[in-house]
């Protein structure tokens, strides 16, 4: 077990001391380089299991209780449902939601807000967003005792296959959202 933790941290590029958020900040790093909808790479997918797998072993051996992803073809659905969006959450793992076109807004807004952990991302459409954080440091006495403040960015590819990302205002995240519905139903 010693030898596969071991292996584990290699897989994520992270020290064997590290703590919580040190294995959580480059899980969530490395699943969104190497996720399928992602990454097309030949080796992406076998990457991010590998990467999935590590996680979720160093994890249970802190003891944290991981749920497992689905990995039955049968438990994954291959399309989603008829009439329905879909919309992926990403956080400790990813989970696919589906919703009419009419409840696509409320649905989105229902599991992914400002209020979640800077890291957790979302996938609408073919675009992807994540809740960052960023120091406080234009309000010098309060900004030390509040932190951080959240903001919300999104990820994108380069034409010459680079990801870059670029800070979005909530609100026009949730224009496209709504048009993303709205598109749907029309």
């Known amino acids: 077990m010693l030898m596969e933790l071991e292996r584990c941290y ?33 080796e992406a997918e076998a990457k991010f299991n590998a990467i999935t797998e590590a996680y979720s072993t160093i994890m249970t051996s802190q003891g944290y209780r991981v749920q497992p992803r689905p990995t039955e073809p049968e438990a994954v659905p291959d399309q989603q449902p008829s009439g329905k969006l879909a919309f992926t959450v990403f956080a400790d793992r990813e989970v696919v939601f589906y919703a009419s076109p009419r409840l696509f807004e409320t649905e989105v807004r229902k599991h992914f807000s400002a209020k979640l952990t800077p890291g957790t991302s979302c996938k609408v459409g073919n675009r992807w967003f994540e809740i960052s954080a960023e120091p406080m440091e234009s309000v010098p006495l309060l900004g030390l005792r509040i932190g951080k403040r959240k903001l919300l960015i999104e990820w994108y590819k380069t034409p010459e296959g680079v990801d870059k990302w670029k800070p979005i205002a909530w609100d026009e995240f949730w224009s496209y959202v709504r048009r993303c519905g709205s598109e749907a139903s029309g």
């Open 10 to 42: 290699r897989v994520l590029g992270i020290r064997s001391d590290a703590d919580f958020s040190e294995v959580k900040s480059a899980f969530r790093r490395l699943a969104l380089e190497y996720h399928p909808d992602r990454n097309d790479g030949p």
